[in-house]
């Protein structure tokens, strides 16, 4: 080999200092030519200021090296470590071992006594796999088949190979389809490939309808299946292709899954069935039969469909959409003022991307109006108070498939600033202002016969009340009567109805008088916000009321103080739009509650600021849905 000194002494045979190369050399440079095998990182004149320094790198250097390991490899030279897979052995260098696996060098840097063997046994990696181990660290290469890639990246994930091991989950992505996506997401979690492993979830997900089909789904064990089925992101066309895929698997081993099944159909969102398909097929199943608890999940469905004005007292995981479904539940705003303009818009405010869209706008400008949503996901708006400010008797119904308003039958008094309710799938009208008095009386709509009739009248003439419907009752809070009290102040009176027998009783009164609060219902309480409250003005104050004990308690204060907000409940959270913050200020902000926390905070913004606005959740289809300009 033609070393250093070598060249020192032909530069000295030609009287050449020894640290100067010949003017020849200095003045050639390295070549460019693609087939070249030099380079130079340093592409400064040798005549400049770097004169004195070349720095020389030969591209092949690193292959020929590992070439060089792989000979003295195959003809045992130089080997230090023997190592022993099921009986066979492979000669091999510690320093390859090491450098290419974290596993071996661990190994070799350790005080454990295979540290100083000269034979270390392995165990858990297949013969043929640790040939082409050994291949990989001595030539940077190794071939993936179908028939060796599971074997080899459980080897590569052992040894902590993770060029090879990543190679390995590469071609098992490429490679997925409906028939090997939930082998592979298995075995891919066994070897924690958290990304492979994610991404044929997602692909089984993604593809259910044809991934059910076949055998790997009929041999998923109950805990795994129970993942894929309470998944929202489950792609399915209706939720009775989730029942009768979960059948299906049943069916195949009925004996040792029937303790598991009522885990498994706890995940099927049975309220989302047709009650047809829920009676005949699911009812009827035997194992359903034969399960008290599967029993129960039916009967829950059945409420759900008797009962579709509560649906939203009902509600849990089962009666949430899944994201694949061709409708999405917004929060609708409907009309309000802004700066005294009273406004016809109808827009809707998607909680999960914090977007609005428009809706079918209202057939004329009125504020001060009720809103409610009914069961069947249909909007009723009642009353309301028209620019000339004269009160309204008109009646109208939103039909989101639609997208359109069409009238219904008039009131029988003229209202607004009323509280409106949906219960036992009537519409309750309560209160108000006819233009010259306020409203004792109280009328109810029915759906069916189109109709309204009067009902048992309040103790009391009110204005802005709180209006809600819980468990079969109605619940009136929060109300203004200028001809009782003096200087406007609220009321904490606090009343129900009783539809049962046309009854209404006092209840225990609010921590603090206010009007012009906004109602909803979360968790089995009642929850008040915001308001007028005379001593304070607008407030930002929130109470709750607990129905069995009968008693009211603060809760966590809104960020601001709002008059007349919209409200509505979404997943568990209260979301309140809009109000007033005085008499010259509107809020456009949007509020967020979050019951685990007992804590407030703002997560959105309106497309304009406004109050006497109403609020409600509703089922929208996607494709009616216009982008707000």
Not at 246 to 251: G, P, T
């Amino acid at each position: 080999m033609l070393g250093l000194g070598h060249v020192a002494m032909n530069a000295a045979e030609k009287n050449v200092p020894s640290n100067r190369l010949p003017y020849n050399s200095r003045q050639r440079q390295p070549s460019t030519d693609s087939d070249s095998s030099t380079t130079s990182d340093n592409n400064r004149s040798m005549d400049g200021p770097g004169a004195n320094e070349y720095k020389f790198t030969e591209n092949t250097h690193s292959n020929e090296i590992l070439q060089g390991l792989n000979d003295l490899r195959k003809n045992g030279q130089f080997c230090d470590v023997t190592l022993s897979v099921d009986g066979v052995k492979f000669l091999a260098h510690r320093n390859v071992l090491s450098s290419f696996s974290p596993y071996f060098k661990a190994m070799f840097l350790s005080k454990l006594a295979e540290s100083k063997q000269n034979v270390v046994q392995l165990k858990g990696v297949e013969v043929d796999m640790m040939s082409l181990l050994l291949d990989y660290a001595y030539t940077s290469s190794i071939v993936i088949t179908r028939s060796n890639v599971q074997a080899l990246l459980s080897a590569a994930n052992l040894l902590q190979v993770l060029p090879v091991r990543d190679a390995a989950c590469l071609f098992l992505e490429r490679h997925m389809d409906a028939s090997n996506c939930l082998g592979i997401h298995c075995f891919a979690e066994q070897h924690a490939c958290t990304d492979l492993q994610n991404k044929a979830k997602d692909y089984a997900l993604q593809n259910f309808l044809e991934v059910c089909h076949h055998e790997e789904f009929l041999g998923l064990l109950p805990a795994k299946l129970v993942e894929l089925t309470s998944s929202d992101n489950l792609q399915v066309d209706k939720e009775e292709s989730v029942f009768q895929a979960v059948a299906r698997w049943y069916n195949d081993k009925p004996e040792i899954r029937r303790p598991d099944f009522y885990k498994v159909l706890e995940t099927v969102r049975l309220p989302l069935l047709s009650p047809y398909f829920l009676h005949d097929c699911v009812e009827n199943m035997p194992v359903v039969k034969q399960n008290p608890d599967c029993c129960q999940l039916v009967e829950e469905a059945k409420l759900y469909h008797l009962l579709p004005d509560r649906r939203a007292e009902l509600s849990t995981s089962r009666t949430k959409q899944r994201n694949s479904a061709d409708t999405i539940e917004v929060i609708v705003a409907v009309g309000g003022e802004d700066d005294k303009v009273v406004l016809r818009s109808v827009e809707y405010y998607c909680t999960k991307t914090n977007t609005w869209r428009t809706l079918a706008c209202l057939p004329f400008a009125v504020s001060k109006h009720g809103l409610v949503a009914s069961g069947k996901n249909t909007l009723y708006l009642a009353g309301g108070e028209f620019p000339d400010g004269s009160a309204s008797r008109t009646v109208w119904r939103y039909d989101p498939v639609l997208d359109f308003w069409q009238e219904m039958a008039s009131m029988i008094v003229p209202r607004s600033e009323l509280g409106l309710a949906m219960l036992d799938g009537c519409v309750y009208a309560v209160g108000g202002w006819d233009g010259a008095y306020r409203l004792e009386s109280v009328e109810r709509y029915d759906p069916s016969t189109n109709s309204w009739s009067m009902i048992e009248p309040m103790k009391m003439a009110i204005t802005s009340p709180a209006v809600i419907a819980h468990d079969g009752m109605l619940y009136v809070t929060g109300w203004y009567s200028g001809a009782v009290l003096e200087d406007g102040d609220g009321i904490e009176l606090v009343q129900r109805y009783n539809p049962r027998t046309d009854t209404w009783n006092e209840l225990s009164p609010m921590l603090i008088p206010r009007s012009g609060a906004a109602t909803c219902v979360l968790n089995g309480q009642i929850f008040v916000v915001g308001g007028w409250h005379a001593s304070t003005e607008n407030t930002n104050r929130v109470e709750c009321y607990n129905v069995q004990s009968d008693t009211w308690e603060f809760k966590a204060p809104m960020c601001e103080r709002r008059y007349r907000p919209g409200i509505a409940v979404m997943e568990g959270k209260i979301y309140v739009l809009g109000g007033e913050e005085g008499w010259d200020r509107y809020h456009d902000t949007i509020e967020c509650y979050e019951p685990e926390t007992d804590s407030w905070k703002i997560t959105g913004e309106m497309p304009t600021s406004r109050s006497w606005l109403s609020c409600v959740p509703l089922q929208v289809k996607k494709s009616l849905c216009r982008e707000k300009s």
